[in-house]
C-alpha cells in the first residue's frame, strides 16, 4: 500500500461471484476500465480470487475483488465454493453475475441464500444480453442486464453497486468522539527493532487524522521521553494512547488522574468488538479449571491479520505465549493463521486471540467473532490481553463507561 491510499480495509469491498464462464472476469474489467484479469472461454480461467483497489465512480476508493467460478463439480468445485464464500466474509456489496442465455441455476441459488444469511446487499447481473434477441424487461428490483463486451449497461451496474454500498450508519470513529475540539492527545510509539523502517504503523497513522480530523492536538513520543513531556505539556492531556507492548511502563508514568488506553482497544472498539474481546480475555483466568472437564492442555488460537507485519509476528508467535505461560503457569497449546484464512470450525479452541486486525475489514472481523460467539468460544485481541495480564484493563477501558461497568459487575 502506497502512502497516499486510503487503507484497504476503509475501502468499500465489491465482490463478483458466479458460475463458471458466466463472465465475471470479463465484468470486472467492463467496470473498473482495465484489463485488470484474464477473460477466456475455458470454464474455470481464474483459480484464486484477484483484488485490485481502485477509485470508482460514483463511489470512492473501493476493493474490487474477481473470484474463481463456483460450479458444483467435484472436490475442486468444494475448494472453489468454499474460496468464494471466504471472499464473501468480506464483501460489502456482491454481483451475482449470471449468464443471460441460461439464467440461474441451483448453484446461483445457493449464493443467493449465502448472501442473505450474511446479509450482504447484492445485484444480480445478467451478463452477455448482446446475445439475447431482445433484451428482456428486468425483472424484479436487484437485477440488470448487462454486456461486458459491448459494455451495456455498465455505468448503470455502478450506480446501482454504489446504491447499495450507502449506509445511513454514521462514520465510525477511533477516537475523534470521545475527545473535543483544542485537546491534546498524547501517543506513545515505540520505536524499537520490530518497528518498520521509516514509517508508523496504519493504526498509529489512522488514529493521528482522526485526532487531526476532531480539532485536538496530537503529541506523539516515544515511551521514554513521555514522563517529561507529561510534566512540561503545560495542559492536562484528554487522552494517553499507547502502543501495548510498553503498556506497563506508560501505565506507571501516566498520572492517575490523566485517562490512559491502547491503540488495541480503540481499534476493537473502532471495528465493533471491543464488549465481546473484554468478556473474552477473562477466559484466561479459568484456564486451570478447564483440565478438569478436559484431560489435554488447554487449546488457544492466535490469528493474525496480516502477514506481513513483523512487529505483529513477534508479539504473536513469541511473546503473547510466553506472558500467557507465565500469567497462567500453565502450558496451554497454541495454535497459529495469519492472514485471510481463519477456521470455520473453531470448536477445539478454548480462546481465539486476535491482532489488532488494521488490515481486516469491519465485516471481516466481525464474521470472525460471530463465528466465535456463535460456538461459544471466547475472542480477544493481542492489546486487550496484554492489559489484562498486566492488571491496567480497568484503567485503559475507562474512558467507555458502559465497558468499564461490565467489567466491574464481574468484580
Ligand atoms: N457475448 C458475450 N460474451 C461474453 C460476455 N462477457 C464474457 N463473455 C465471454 O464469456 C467467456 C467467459 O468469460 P470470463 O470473463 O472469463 O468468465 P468468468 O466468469 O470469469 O469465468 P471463470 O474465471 O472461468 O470462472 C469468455 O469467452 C468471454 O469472452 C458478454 O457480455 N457477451
Ligand atoms: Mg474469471
Known amino acids: 500500500m502506497g502512502l497516499n491510499e486510503t487503507p484497504s480495509a476503509n475501502r468499500v469491498h465489491i465482490g463478483f461471484f458466479g458460475l463458471r464462464n458466466a463472465g465475471k472476469s470479463s465484468l470486472v474489467n467492463a467496470v473498473t476500465n482495465q484489463d485488470l484479469v484474464i477473460v477466456s472461454d475455458v470454464k474455470g480461467t481464474t483459480t484464486d480470487p484477484v483484488s485490485k483497489s481502485m477509485e470508482l465512480l460514483p463511489l470512492g476508493p473501493v476493493l474490487i475483488i474477481d473470484t474463481p467460478g463456483i460450479d458444483d463439480e467435484g472436490a475442486l468445485g468444494e475448494l472453489r465454493v468454499r474460496r468464494a464464500r471466504q471472499v464473501l466474509n468480506k464483501t460489502d456489496v456482491a454481483v451475482l453475475v449470471v449468464d443471460a442465455l441460461t439464467g440461474k441455476s441451483p448453484a446461483d441459488e445457493d449464493l443467493?441464500?449465502?448472501?442473505?444469511?450474511?446479509?450482504?446487499?447484492?445485484?444480480?447481473?445478467?451478463?452477455?444480453?448482446?446475445?439475447?434477441?431482445?433484451?428482456?424487461?428486468?425483472?424484479?428490483?436487484?437485477?440488470?442486464?448487462?454486456s461486458?463486451?459491448?459494455?451495456?449497461?455498465?455505468?448503470?451496474?455502478?450506480?446501482?453497486?454504489?446504491?447499495?454500498?450507502?449506509?445511513?450508519?454514521?462514520?465510525?470513529?477511533?477516537?475523534?468522539?470521545?475527545?473535543?475540539?483544542?485537546?491534546?492527545?498524547?501517543?506513545?510509539?515505540?520505536?524499537d527493532k520490530a518497528a518498520p523502517k521509516g514509517r508508523l504503523i496504519l493504526p498509529q497513522q489512522q488514529t493521528i487524522r482522526d485526532i487531526l480530523e476532531a480539532d485536538a492536538a496530537a503529541v506523539v513520543v516515544k515511551e521514554f521521553e513521555l514522563r517529561e513531556t507529561l510534566e512540561n505539556i503545560g495542559k492536562k492531556p484528554a487522552l494517553v494512547i499507547t502502543d501495548s507492548q510498553v503498556f506497563a511502563k506508560v501505565s506507571a508514568d501516566t498520572p492517575a488522574d490523566i485517562p490512559l488506553t491502547s491503540f488495541s482497544i480503540l481499534f476493537a472498539r473502532y471495528k465493533g468488538f471491543l464488549a465481546s474481546a473484554v468478556r473474552g480475555v477473562r477466559m484466561l483466568d479459568s484456564i486451570g479449571e478447564k483440565t478438569s472437564t478436559n484431560a489435554g492442555a488447554a487449546r488457544i488460537l492466535i490469528a493474525e491479520g496480516c502477514t506481513h507485519h513483523r512487529q505483529c509476528d513477534d508479539i504473536g508467535r513469541v511473546k503473547l505465549p510466553r506472558w500467557i505461560k507465565q500469567y497462567t503457569g500453565m502450558e496451554p497449546e497454541f495454535a497459529f493463521t495469519s492472514?485471510?484464512?481463519?477456521?470455520?470450525?473453531?470448536?477445539?479452541?478454548?480462546?481465539?486471540?486476535?491482532?489488532?486486525?488494521?488490515?481486516?475489514?469491519?465485516?471481516?472481523?466481525?464474521?470472525?467473532?460471530?463465528?466465535?460467539?456463535?460456538?461459544?468460544?471466547?475472542?480477544?485481541?493481542?492489546?486487550?490481553?496484554?492489559?489484562?495480564?498486566?492488571?491496567?484493563?480497568?484503567?485503559?477501558?475507562?474512558?467507555?463507561?458502559?465497558?468499564?461497568?461490565?467489567?466491574?459487575?464481574?468484580?
Not at 450474511?118 to 431482445?134: G, M, Q, R
Not at 450507502?166 to 491534546?184: A, C, M, N, R
Open 112 to 146: 443467493i441464500r449465502l448472501f442473505r444469511d450474511k446479509d450482504v446487499p447484492f445485484i444480480i447481473a445478467y451478463n452477455k444480453s448482446d446475445l439475447l434477441e431482445k433484451a428482456p424487461e428486468p425483472t424484479g428490483e436487484n437485477c440488470i442486464y448487462v
Open 148 to 191: 461486458a463486451t459491448k459494455k451495456h449497461n455498465i455505468e448503470e451496474l455502478k450506480e446501482r453497486i454504489a446504491a447499495l454500498a450507502k449506509t445511513d450508519e454514521p462514520k465510525l470513529q477511533i477516537v475523534g468522539d470521545i475527545i473535543s475540539p483544542g485537546d491534546f492527545v498524547v501517543l506513545v510509539i515505540p520505536i
Open 339 to 411: 492472514g485471510g484464512e481463519f477456521p470455520e470450525d473453531l470448536s477445539s479452541y478454548d480462546l481465539i486471540l486476535h491482532c489488532g486486525a488494521c488490515m481486516l475489514n469491519e465485516r471481516e472481523v466481525r464474521y470472525r467473532e460471530a463465528c466465535a460467539a456463535d460456538q461459544g468460544i471466547p475472542f480477544t485481541n493481542y492489546g486487550i490481553t496484554i492489559a489484562h495480564i498486566q492488571g491496567i484493563l480497568k484503567r485503559s477501558v475507562a474512558i467507555f463507561p458502559n465497558i468499564l461497568a461490565e467489567l466491574e459487575d464481574e468484580g
